[in-house]
C-alpha cells in the first residue's frame, strides 16, 4: 500500500488523537510533515503512531506525537520504535499525550504539565 493509502486508512486514529492537541494541526498539516520527513507515520492493522526525532542540545529524543486504535498494538509497538530509533543516535524516549498514558505504559514519568488557552 502506498503512504496516503495507508494515511487514508489511519487518518480516523490520528485524527481522533489532534481532538487532544488544542487545535495545533489539521490532519492534512501532520500529512504534510511527515511527507517532508519530519515526522515518521508508522501505520498498523488496528493502530497508527506518529513519531519525530528531536534534537536536544544534549540528547536525541524520540517523540510519541500522535497514536490512536488498539491499545495492545500500540504498547507492543513502543520498544520497536525505540530501537528503531537508536540509529538516529536516540538515548531517550517522550510522550505528548494526555496523562493517562503515564498510567497505561510502564517506566515513564511525568516530567512537565502543558497547559492551553485560547483567546
Known amino acids: 500500500m502506498s503512504l496516503l493509502d495507508e494515511w487514508s486508512r489511519c487518518s480516523e486514529w490520528i485524527d481522533a488523537a489532534l481532538l487532544h492537541a488544542h487545535g495545533s494541526h489539521t490532519l492534512q ?4 510533515i511527515v511527507v517532508k520527513g519530519d515526522a515518521q507515520f508508522w501505520p498498523f492493522d488496528d493502530a497508527a503512531i506518529v513519531t519525530e526525532i528531536i534534537r536536544y542540545p544534549q540528547r536525541t529524543t524520540l517523540r510519541f506525537w500522535l497514536a490512536g486504535g488498539n491499545f495492545e498494538t500500540l504498547a507492543e509497538a513502543e520498544p520497536k520504535l525505540i530501537n528503531w530509533s537508536k ?7 517522550e510522550i505528548v499525550g494526555r496523562r493517562g498514558w503515564v498510567r497505561a505504559l510502564d517506566g515513564y514519568e511525568a516530567t512537565a504539565t502543558i497547559m492551553a488557552k485560547d483567546f
Do not use: E, G, I, Y
Not at 29 to 32: A, C, E, Q, S, T
Open 87 to 93: 540509529q538516529f543516535d536516540c538515548t531517550s524516549v
Open 29 to 32: 498539516d501532520v500529512l504534510d
